[in-house]
């Protein structure tokens, strides 16, 4: 530093713990209470601006500050305390910084992001069912890739599951049997979709062993249409159509609990404080107005 120069603050060794520099050379300020860079400067805007929220000399957010953590400090003028009185980041920012997420939770962010409504309208609800009274499932193995079949296959975190309505959830395991059992045990045993299913009390499964010609499933496990004993894949549908128009489904309406599906049940589940099974269970499909 020449000689004469006076009232600027030394800058801190490279090797000093948890000093970083931005692109201009220049210390970043954490956003901790420390004095302000210099005594010559006279409650420069900028140095107050980065111990209250968290940006750098430069201006820009510091990867650690809290958005609306303090207020400005007294004495701030102008410009400079109404942008230390803004949050540090957008919303647009915040989520360029998050954490990456799961698809299911990307879909969920959508929702909210397109102003998804949290409970579907009851009339369109009938709606959407009148409209697939007379809806059947096509296979689409090259869009909807089917599941295969493993006896000691086990839904994954079905054991957290609590409450009686995810018992079917939990205790499920395929099995697979010829026709002869399926019908001696079942009262419905039906096509839909490219495999065949046996409904029992409330739910339809995967009847693995049936027709071993025809066992396309897009998801292995049961799948609850009420009482009434609707086929799987209208209920399917009508689930699908009505998250579409909630904004947390992007697929088509083909009736098949793919990947897409079940992603979007996961953040419908989520939103209204369901267990999260990415499945049609009871409390779903009561949510939905389709119990």
């Known amino acids: 530093m020449p000689k004469g120069q006076k009232g600027e603050a030394t800058p801190k060794s490279a090797g000093s713990a948890g000093t970083e520099t931005n692109v201009s050379g220049q210390p970043t300020r954490s956003p901790t209470n420390e004095p302000a860079a210099g005594k010559g400067r006279k409650g420069r805007a900028k140095s107050e601006t980065a111990a209250q929220t968290g940006t750098n000399v430069s201006g820009q957010p510091a990867a650690s500050a809290t958005p609306g953590a303090e207020q400005p400090r007294k004495g701030m003028k102008g410009r400079a305390a109404k942008a230390s009185a803004t ?31 949290k ?7 009938q709606q959407i069912k009148q409209q697939h009274a007379n809806f059947r499932a096509q296979p689409k193995p090259q869009q909807v890739p089917a599941v295969t079949f493993n006896q000691n296959y086990r839904i994954q975190g079905s054991d957290q599951w609590q409450g009686s309505q995810y018992e079917v959830f939990r205790s499920y395991h395929p099995e697979r049997h010829d026709q002869g059992w399926y019908r001696s045990h079942y009262n419905r045993v039906e096509l839909i979709g490219g495999g065949y299913y046996y409904w029992n009390n409330g739910y ?9 010609s025809a066992e396309y499933y897009a998801y292995d496990g049961p799948i609850y249409v009420g009482h009434s004993a609707e086929p799987p894949d209208k209920v399917i549908a009508d689930v699908q159509a009505v998250l579409q128009q909630m904004g947390y489904y992007k697929g088509e309406v083909d009736g098949l609990l793919g990947p897409l599906t079940r992603e979007a049940l996961t953040a419908y589940q989520a939103d209204q404080g369901l267990t999260t099974t990415a499945a049609i269970d009871e409390p779903t499909l009561d949510s939905l107005g389709m119990g």
Not at 91 to 102: C, E, I, L
Not at 103 to 115: D, F, L, S
Not at 119 to 125: A, F, G, S, T
């Open 87 to 117: 949050p540090a980041t957008t919303p647009a920012a915040a989520a360029s910084a998050a954490p990456s997420v799961s698809a299911a939770g990307q879909q969920n962010a959508q929702a909210k992001g397109t102003g998804a409504a």
């Open 119 to 125: 409970k579907p309208d009851p009339q369109q609800v």
């Open 204 to 212: 339809w499964y995967p009847a693995w062993g049936y027709n071993p």
